[in-house]
């Protein structure tokens, strides 16, 4: 039978998931990409020939070693650029048999058109990283989707009306569930409303305060640690973190309002998912409490929905 692999590609984590002895394997790295000059690469550097790749003519680092000079992830052009380079990293990272995989994968809302569906598939079809030539079957799903499907496949419990609320790092995807399915009419992507918009001003506060320039990937440690170190001493960012997640949540808040007033009081649900449910979940109104679910390890619901669907296609056709 062929393996599944779902990957979400997030502008600041990439999530996969895959079927690993008899269970999902859900691992995530930074989505971080640095090129590496030339005179680095040697074998005395910190950028050893074994954890760089060679893609369209320049040498790059991934994951967490490129952290500190990682290009910058908040477009569309990034993700078209360089997903050959992160599905290689990960068919090498965990040691994936891409000659008989299915890949799945994610594109924001706002980027889910049919020419750049193409543009993607033509991008993944075929490429080469290493001077390795992959042929990648993916299919292309739309982000905040995977969510539905991961409430379904998970809880077993049927939607009839309601809201997925998919807080990334870059997007939000709100899409509208109506008599039990996806209504795209309804469905909308905001691009840079994600949570990039609080690492920015955190990364604002920390150059003001404390006169320290830091990476976005570094910032997004700050966040995820509440603390930075500054000649050798850790300095707590609770107090600033805190202000800025609860000024967040009302953001999103407002926004869900402003669209979809109307459809949250005859909803049954919202499903709040994505690496973003984890930071605004304390700061919500409290009349929202009986409708919101948080499903588990919620930055990998849309990563575990493409997989679900997959699977379960597969299952049917006895692939």
Not at 74 to 79: M, R
Not at 135 to 161: E, P, R
Not at 244 to 264: C, E, F, H, V
Request: proline share 2%; with cysteine.
């Amino acid at each position: 039978m062929r393996k599944v692999v779902s990957v979400d590609i997030g502008y600041g984590d990439v999530k996969v998931v895959f079927s690993e002895g008899g269970g999902l394997r859900q691992e995530k790295f930074p989505t971080a990409i640095a090129s590496i000059s030339s005179e680095n690469y040697s074998d005395g550097t910190l950028f050893k020939k074994e954890i760089s790749f060679s893609f369209e003519g320049q040498l790059y680092s991934v994951g967490d070693i490129a952290k500190a000079n990682a290009i910058v992830t908040t477009s569309y052009e990034f993700l078209y650029k360089y997903s050959p380079l992160v599905l290689y990293y990960i068919i090498e990272k965990f040691n994936i048999d891409y000659s008989n995989t299915v890949i799945g994968l994610g594109l924001p809302l706002s980027y889910y058109t049919r020419e750049k569906i193409d543009n993607m598939h033509h991008r993944l079809k075929k490429f080469a990283v290493n001077d390795i030539s992959i042929s990648a079957d993916v299919k292309i799903f739309a982000q905040g989707v995977g969510c539905f499907f991961d409430y379904l496949f998970t809880d077993n419990v049927a939607i009839t009306n309601g809201i997925v609320v998919d807080v990334g790092y870059n997007t939000i995807e709100f899409i509208v569930i109506q008599n039990g399915k996806v209504k795209k009419a309804d469905s909308r992507g905001m691009i840079k409303k994600g949570l990039s918009m609080l690492v920015v001003e955190l990364q604002k506060i920390i150059q003001s305060k404390y006169e320290l320039e830091l990476t976005e990937q570094e910032t997004i440690s700050a966040l995820t640690q509440e603390c930075i170190t500054l000649y050798g001493k850790e300095i707590s960012l609770t107090e600033e973190i805190s202000k800025l997640k609860r000024w967040y949540a009302d953001t999103i808040i407002q926004n869900l309002i402003g669209m979809y007033d109307d459809k949250i009081k005859k909803s049954d649900i919202i499903i709040l998912a994505g690496g973003g449910a984890y930071h605004i979940k304390d700061f919500l109104p409290e009349k929202y409490y009986n409708l919101i679910y948080i499903p588990t390890n919620s930055e990998f619901s849309n990563a575990r929905g493409f997989f679900y669907i997959m699977q379960n296609q597969i299952n049917s056709k006895g692939q």
